[in-house]
């Protein structure tokens, strides 16, 4: 529990992020349009990278020694510019979540855009394979922490998705996006001053 605790509050913390995917989930969510399968393929997809990452990430750091310090700090310096990216988009606010229309479209299109906005995204490699990878090392069980970072994924695409009804009047206002994204940026520096001072 010492290392899924952490696994989870850190997975959870760095798919807050607003970003195309989160707020695909959002729009099928409000228009109530294949929502299983569009959360349970981000968390699946999430599930690989994370478990390639901290299996991955443990192997090769123990194989070079030097490759988590080089890890570690980079992990920072990238939550340190990610925190900053937030904090911008906060201070300048203009997000908001519209719903489209209605229009129904097929599950495999559906799908395929998700997957598009998943696996070609770099930052989804930065967040589970390098950055939560590099964090899994510090903990003497990276699968403990792994399972953690896993089941933060389930439960946030699943509330995502099905509580997208009650978040749509909320997040239809840019103050809400500038409340969150500021949030976000404050965690991720926080973070990135854990990572350094370690």
Known sequence: MTAFFPGFALGLTLILAIG???AFVLRQGLRLQHVFWVCLT???SDAVLIAAGVAGFG???TAVPWFETLMRYGGAAFL???GFQNARSAWKG???LAADGAAQTS???TILTLLALTWLNPHVYLDTVVLLGSIAAQY???LAFGAGAVTASFVFFFSLGYGARLLGPFFSKPR???ILDGVIALTMWAIALKLLLM
């Open 59 to 61: 192997a090769l750091a």
């Open 94 to 96: 203009g997000h908001a």
């Open 42 to 44: 981000c968390a699946l």
């Open 176 to 178: 809400s996006w500038q």
């Open 140 to 142: 003497d069980s990276r």
């Open 20 to 22: 195309a995917q989160n």
């Open 80 to 82: 340190i510019w990610y």
């Open 107 to 109: 599950l495999r299109r």
